[in-house]
C-alpha cells in the first residue's frame, strides 16, 4: 500500500513539475479520501422503539431513529455511524463536533434552538405519566405529594419542573437514563414517571403493575433532528425528509417500529 501511494504521490508530482505549477500548489484535485465520508450520530440508546440495544440479539443501537438516519446518510453519500451517549451530553456533543447530527426523539424547543438548529419535525408523541396500577394517579391533582421522575435534560423534566411552578407538590428525580427511571417505580423510589406515550410500550408488556395515566395536558412534542448551529446539512436533510413523507417512505418506518 505504501508504495502504490508513494508511486502516485510521485507521478502527481512529475505531473505538476512537467505542467509547471507556478502558483505554489501541487496542481493536484485529487482527494484520495473521497470513499471515507462518514456522518457521526450522536444518540441515547435508550428509547425504544426510537434507539435501542436488543441485548438479546446484539450490541448493535437499532430503531426507527438508525433507519431514518441510515436513510438520509446513504441519499447524502455518507456512511452513518451511531454513537451512544447520555442524553443531556448530546447537545454539547453537537456543539463540540464530536458528532455531526443528533436523532434522538429529540423535540425542538426554544431553549435548545439557541444552541443548535433542527430539522423539520418527523414524528410526535405525548408525554404521559407511567405509573404502578395502585399509585392512584388518576387525574393531575393526584400528583400532590407524589415524587415524579424524568430524564436528566428532557423536556418531560421541564415538565415537571413547570408542574412544580404552578404550586403542585411533586418531588423530582432525574435519571440519566430511561430504564433507570422504570426500575425506581419498580421499585418504589418514584411513583411515577414523565415520558412519552410512544416509548412505553414495552415497559407496560413487561410490568403487569404498570399503567399509564394519562394526566397531563400539554401540546404534542415533535422529534427532530438536531445539526450545528449554521449547518449546510440542515436544508439537504429537510428536502429528504418531505421526500420521505411523499414517497411512503416515513410511513414505512413508522409502521415498521411503531405499529407491530
Ligand atoms: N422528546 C424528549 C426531549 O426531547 C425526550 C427524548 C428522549 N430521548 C432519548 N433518546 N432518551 O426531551
Not at 5 to 34: E, R
Not at 97 to 110: F, H, N, Q, R, S
Request: glycine share 6%; charged share 25%; with cysteine.
Amino acid at each position: 500500500m505504501k508504495k502504490i501511494a508513494a508511486m502516485i504521490l510521485s507521478s502527481m508530482m512529475a505531473v505538476s513539475f512537467v505542467s509547471g505549477c507556478s502558483n505554489g500548489k501541487t496542481g493536484a484535485s485529487v482527494t484520495t479520501d473521497d470513499d471515507s465520508k462518514v456522518l457521526i450520530m450522536g444518540t441515547s440508546a435508550d428509547y425504544k422503539p426510537f434507539e435501542f440495544i436488543d441485548t438479546a440479539v446484539s450490541s448493535e443501537i437499532i430503531g426507527f431513529d438508525v433507519d431514518l438516519a441510515n436513510y438520509i446518510a446513504e441519499e447524502l453519500g455518507y456512511e452513518l455511524e451511531v454513537r451512544d451517549m447520555d442524553f443531556n451530553s448530546l447537545l454539547t456533543a453537537l456543539q463540540t463536533d464530536k458528532v455531526d447530527i443528533v436523532l434522538a426523539g429529540m423535540t425542538p424547543t426554544e431553549e435548545r434552538k439557541e444552541v443548535v438548529d433542527f430539522s423539520d419535525i418527523y414524528f410526535t408523541a405525548k408525554n404521559v405519566v407511567i405509573t404502578t396500577t395502585d399509585s392512584g394517579i388518576e387525574s393531575l391533582e393526584d400528583i400532590n405529594g407524589k415524587v415524579l421522575g424524568a430524564q436528566t435534560g428532557s423536556i418531560q423534566q421541564t415538565a415537571v419542573e413547570e408542574m412544580q411552578e404552578s404550586g403542585l407538590d411533586v418531588t423530582l428525580e432525574t435519571r440519566e437514563r430511561m430504564p433507570n427511571l422504570i426500575q425506581e417505580i419498580l421499585s418504589g423510589r418514584i411513583d411515577g414517571v414523565v415520558i412519552e406515550d410512544m416509548v412505553t410500550a414495552n415497559y407496560l408488556e413487561a410490568n403487569d403493575n404498570l399503567k399509564i395515566a394519562d394526566v397531563l395536558e400539554e401540546a404534542d412534542n415533535g422529534s427532530a433532528i438536531a445539526l450545528p448551529k449554521g449547518s449546510d446539512l440542515t436544508e439537504q436533510i429537510n428536502e429528504i425528509i418531505a421526500e420521505m413523507k411523499e414517497n411512503g417512505k416515513m410511513d414505512e418506518l413508522v409502521n415498521k417500529w411503531f405499529n407491530e
